[in-house]
């Protein structure tokens, strides 16, 4: 352990980048976990300290070093958590959220309408639509929403697609 030590210590400011490079394989290894951003911190750390190196080796020392590395650290996660939100905030993933937004879309039956009611494909899930009775794999438009039932008419003759699986 004292070996690995001095050899970052011998590394300066490029230990920072071994550091987050490290975290950039291990987000790759273990997904979901969102170590990218420990990485970017390290990397910035790496990169500050190569920009000032006597501040960071004479005045700060490690201690500054690390309040560096938490300091970005913690920018960099509250600035993912923020360009997240606004993301989900602009409608792109709201499959589930707001059906009404599936208006004049095109979807594919993947159930029969039989007695008014059958299923269509919208991304990866299955919604219950209602309308004239209809054969599975044929395009549909749909006209209204109904709670979380899709109201659907056909498209013109000829539109029925192979049967997704």
């Given at each position: 352990?004292?070996?690995?030590?001095a050899?970052?210590?011998?590394l300066?400011?490029?230990?920072?980048?071994?550091?987050?490079?490290?975290?950039l394989?291990?987000?790759?290894?273990l997904?979901?976990?969102?170590?990218?951003?420990f990485g970017?911190?390290?990397?910035?750390?790496?990169?500050?300290?190569?920009a000032?190196?006597?501040?960071?080796a004479?005045?700060?020392?490690?201690?500054?070093?690390?309040?560096?590395?938490?300091a970005?650290?913690?920018?960099?996660?509250?600035?993912?958590?923020?360009?997240?939100?606004?993301?989900?905030?602009?409608?792109?993933?709201?499959?589930?959220?707001?059906?009404?937004?599936?208006?004049?879309?095109?979807?594919?039956?993947a159930?029969?309408?039989?007695?008014?009611?059958?299923?269509?494909?919208?991304?990866?899930?299955?919604?219950?639509?209602?309308?004239?009775?209809?054969?599975?794999?044929?395009?549909?438009?749909v006209?209204?929403?109904?709670?979380?039932?899709?109201?659907?008419?056909?498209?013109?003759?000829?539109?029925?697609?192979a049967h997704?699986a």
């Amino acid at each position: 352990m004292m070996v690995l030590l001095a050899v970052l210590r011998d590394l300066g400011p490029y230990a920072w980048f071994i550091v987050g490079a490290l975290f950039l394989i291990a987000e790759v290894v273990l997904p979901g976990i969102n170590l990218i951003w420990f990485g970017a911190a390290a990397s910035a750390t790496g990169l500050v300290a190569l920009a000032w190196p006597p501040l960071f080796a004479a005045v700060l020392g490690w201690e500054g070093q690390m309040a560096a590395f938490i300091a970005f650290a913690a920018i960099s996660v509250i600035g993912a958590r923020f360009l997240a939100a606004r993301r989900f905030d602009d409608g792109i993933d709201r499959v589930n959220r707001d059906p009404s937004v599936h208006i004049g879309r095109e979807l594919v039956l993947a159930e029969p309408i039989v007695a008014g009611t059958g299923r269509a494909v919208w991304g990866d899930s299955l919604w219950r639509v209602t309308g004239p009775d209809l054969p599975a794999g044929l395009r549909v438009r749909v006209v209204g929403v109904d709670g979380s039932t899709l109201r659907v008419e056909p498209l013109a003759a000829g539109t029925a697609v192979a049967h997704p699986a």
